[in-house]
């Protein structure tokens, strides 16, 4: 991986950024140290290290098995329960997997990070066509989202299949003591993965959260655990500054807020990364966006967004900054042919790889947005594959941890939260929450 930042210079002077290294050095020993603010939250900071064989081939074997049994599995989740898998599912797979008419895994779909009666109906009337099995994936167990989708499938299963093959056809990744969803793992003989409590949510994309799903669709979570090694090791306190890729770019997106940059676009121009964008928003929005602080992030994939949210970019408020996700080489080739006619007037391209447009749009962007005010920082991996994607979220992690205890904040709560799940339960007249309804009712 290669973070540049020479495309922010022109924001804000390359010495200071540079000033910045030993403030990124100490809040990333603070991580390490476990001294800092949300201390009780660092179990992800090595994590990769310290998963082991057994621990990948238990995953393995147990996805196998459930996969060997049906054709869709519905992972039920929300939030860091969900979006590292799609996240990394989105971007390993074809972009068209659930086309493929001759498949070795089972179509893996989500659920439970909605609560929408439409997208429950629909998804029950498609699964009727197909073998069913099902992850739920919540790390308090209590999560009304995924808890009320898996109250649905699970029946569904179990009116399908019977209670004792249903409790083959499901696994659940929770605490290994609390909750209601451990509770009902037990009573129901399901087969459990734990999510130690020294992992937050939006952290846990390296644990069975992420990893399970994973291997279930086929990925080769062995490769993506290994990319996450390769750049825990490269991100510790103990690389340089100047080679630390995680204190780079912490260096450089806190330099811009300070500078009045509020608000940072992750933008890519491989729509397989677009979910990548979703699951960085929850990890630097939750970890960040709190006492009236924090970068907002946003995200734009490219180059379709050019002709939507483009001229925003380009000419709106001076407030952004842009960090883009390069790939240097895609998997495949493909080569734009003559045309006889050249109607199109696009002969010019002939013979020449669609991937050298794309680059070529990219890099025409980067510099019109660097013109027009916006600074950029650009992230560039290899390839999109399992190695490389693991790395890449993990290096997004220790960024977020670095970022975060730079920003002042305690980068492992999310207290803000709770105000929605409060007026929910209140205006549904949850017992407890009596008082508050009536008060909320009001004000509608
Ligand atoms: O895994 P759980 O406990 O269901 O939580 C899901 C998500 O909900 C949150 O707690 C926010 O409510 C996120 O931090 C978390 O990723």
């Known amino acids: 991986m290669n973070v540049k930042i020479e495309k922010i210079y022109g924001a804000v002077a390359a010495e200071k950024v540079a000033a910045l290294g030993g403030e990124m050095k100490v809040a990333n020993e603070l991580l390490h140290s476990g001294k800092g603010a949300g201390n009780d939250f660092l179990g992800w900071v090595n994590l990769p290290t310290q998963t082991t064989e057994n621990e990948i081939a238990e995953i393995n074997a147990v996805a196998k098995e459930l996969a060997k049994k049906v054709e869709v599995v519905v992972i039920i989740g929300i939030g860091g329960s ?63 989202e995924p808890a009320i989708a898996f109250r649905i499938i699970k029946e569904e299963i179990e009116h399908r299949y019977g209670k004792d093959e249903a409790a083959k056809r499901i696994i659940a990744v929770t605490d290994k003591a609390r909750g209601a969803l451990r509770t009902l793992a037990t009573q129901e003989g399901y087969k459990t993965f734990v999510i130690e409590d020294n992992v937050g949510g939006r952290f846990s994309v390296l644990t069975p959260v992420g990893l399970l799903p994973l291997a279930v669709a086929g990925v080769d979570i062995e490769s993506f655990v290994k990319g996450a090694q390769d750049m825990e090791r490269a991100c510790l306190p103990e690389v340089g500054y100047d ?95 003559a045309d006889a006619a050249n109607l199109d007037g696009l002969n010019f391209l002939a013979g020449r790889r669609i991937s050298e447009v794309n680059r070529m749009a990219q890099l025409g962007t980067m510099l019109a947005h660097v013109d027009g005010g916006v600074p950029n920082i650009e992230i560039e991996i290899d390839k999109i594959d399992a190695y490389n994607i693991g790395g890449l979220l993990y290096f997004f992690e220790k960024a977020c941890g670095i970022s975060g205890y730079a920003l002042g904040v305690n980068p492992f709560d999310q207290p803000g939260v709770e105000a929605y799940k409060k007026n929910m339960f209140a205006l549904l007249g949850k017992p407890g929450f009596e008082k508050e309804g009536e008060e909320l009712r009001k004000r509608l």
């Open 82 to 144: 969900y979006l590292g898998a799609k996240a990394v599912l989105d971007a390993i797979n074809s972009s068209f997997d659930q086309l493929q008419k001759v498949r070795k895994n089972p179509v893996v779909i989500f659920a439970g990070q909605n609560i929408s009666e439409d997208y429950i109906v629909e998804l029950l009337d498609t699964l009727k066509h197909y073998s069913i099995g099902a992850v739920v994936i919540s790390k308090s167990g209590t999560t009304t």
């Open 243 to 337: 080679k630390n890729p995680a204190e780079i770019y912490a260096a450089a997106r806190t330099a811009l807020y300070r500078d009045g940059k509020k608000i940072e676009i992750l933008a890519s121009y491989e729509p397989k990364l677009q979910n990548i964008g979703e699951w960085w928003k929850q990890l630097y929005g939750e970890s960040e966006g709190k006492e009236g602080k924090g970068i907002f992030p946003a995200s734009v994939t490219l180059t379709a967004d050019l002709h939507s949210m483009g001229q925003y970019i380009q000419d709106g408020e001076r407030t952004l900054f842009e960090t883009v996700i390069s790939v240097k080489e895609p998997k495949s080739r493909y080569e734009i042919k």
